[in-house]
């Protein structure tokens, strides 16, 4: 219970120059004294770290000798990286598990959610269970799919075999050139198509159920209620899990290291992974700060080009 | 086309938001794409102008 007399006393015993102090400030200044502290954190933690980046990206220097000269070489660093055939082709396997990932998890996501959204028994149950890989680790899931991708004792190879006939010991998922890029798209997929499903869901259970009895009204057929009612106001959420899925997968990194270690050769090395190597293993620090701007310049564009598409969807 | 041609003349946002994305989509494709070593190196260079580009011109009137 608070005191009544409280505010009384915590006015009496508040420091005279103090008080005037406060009491002659404007309610503008008032708020920037609060607002400070967050803005100074943000300054610290997002844009110092940024802009230092960018200056880091035109000289040579490394962490790892910190009493080298630090030279200015200019674009040399940025011409190293987009001359660089290494770098082109995980730009390629980046592009390639981007679309694939994006796709398949957009697709079984939204087919999902539409299950999902049906009323039946067990709806929660299920619900529950389909959610449960996004909640699991990366580290987990990627030590989870080392295991059924192993050729003798997975559980994967064993599946094809049932499908296919094939004999479960002649193909090696992670091992394979062609089949390792396929192999993380597939681990990506079953980790975070429940998370799109989520956002489909939320979507389709915002559209009133008014709108589906005018359209029986008007004796609307189900594929053409779905293509007039349900996709139209379900997309601005299924664009919103694109926006988020996109940016996720291009920095993707944690779930690729475990299963694959970015092999073999350098068929599943994802940017990320290959900034870390020029960053951390090679200690190349000046080029992997402009390796770093390349990428930020690129999720900056193309997240404000959908970030436009999204409002114009959202305005329609 | 004319009232697009207007709206670049005029310093409206909307055409000059739809050449920055056109821009922004070109760079991304030439960066990932795995055709010509010379669209890959002057990728950067298309996305950083559209990016800059959509940045300043987003503050134009509508």
């Not at chain 1, 980046?94 to 994006?102: G, K, N």
């Amino acid at each position: 219970m608070s005191n009544p007399d409280s505010s009384e006393t915590t006015a009496r015993t508040t420091p005279g120059n103090f008080k005037s102090a406060v009491t002659g400030l404007s309610d503008r200044a008032i708020a920037w004294i609060f607002v400070a502290p967050t803005i100074f954190l943000l300054l610290a933690v997002n844009i110092f770290p940024l802009i230092w980046t960018i200056v880091l990206s035109f000289t040579n220097y490394r962490v790892n000798r910190p009493n080298r000269d630090v030279e200015w070489v200019g674009l040399k660093n940025y011409q190293r990286i987009l001359t660089d055939n290494g770098t082109w082709e995980t730009m390629q396997a980046t592009a390639h598990f981007l679309i694939w990932t994006i796709v398949l998890q957009v697709l079984i996501g939204f087919a999902l959610a539409y299950l999902i959204n049906k009323k039946f028994k067990g709806n929660d149950l299920w619900t529950t269970i389909i959610v449960l890989p996004m909640m699991l680790s990366p580290a987990v899931v990627g030590t989870f799919w080392t295991f059924l991708y192993q050729p003798q004792i997975g559980l994967f190879n064993y599946l094809v075999t049932f499908f296919t006939g094939a004999d479960p010991a002649s193909f090696s998922m992670i091992g394979d050139k062609h089949l390792a890029p396929w192999s993380i798209i597939i681990a990506d997929t079953w980790m975070w198509t429940p998370f799109v499903m989520l956002i489909c869901l939320a979507g389709l259970r915002s559209i009133p159920d008014s709108i589906y009895e005018a359209a029986e009204c008007d004796r609307a057929s189900r594929w053409r209620q779905f293509w007039t009612i349900t996709f139209p106001l379900v997309l601005p959420f299924l664009m919103l899990a694109v926006l988020f899925r996109g940016i996720e997968n291009f920095k993707m990194f944690d779930l690729v290291v475990q299963l694959t270690g970015g092999g073999p050769g350098n068929t599943t090395t994802l940017t990320s992974i290959d900034l870390k190597r020029e960053a951390f293993e090679k200690w190349r620090t000046g080029q992997s700060s402009a390796y770093a701007v390349v990428l930020f310049v690129t999720v900056f564009g193309l997240a404000s080009i959908y970030v436009k598409a999204l409002n114009k969807v959202k305005d329609r | 086309m004319i009232n697009f041609l207007q709206g670049l003349f005029q310093l409206r946002r909307g055409p000059w938001e739809m050449i920055a994305s056109i821009l922004i989509a070109a760079g991304v494709f030439m960066l990932m794409q795995p055709y010509k070593l010379e669209l890959y190196t002057y990728s950067f260079v298309v996305t950083l102008i559209g990016t800059v580009m959509f940045i300043i011109v987003s503050h134009f009137r509508d």
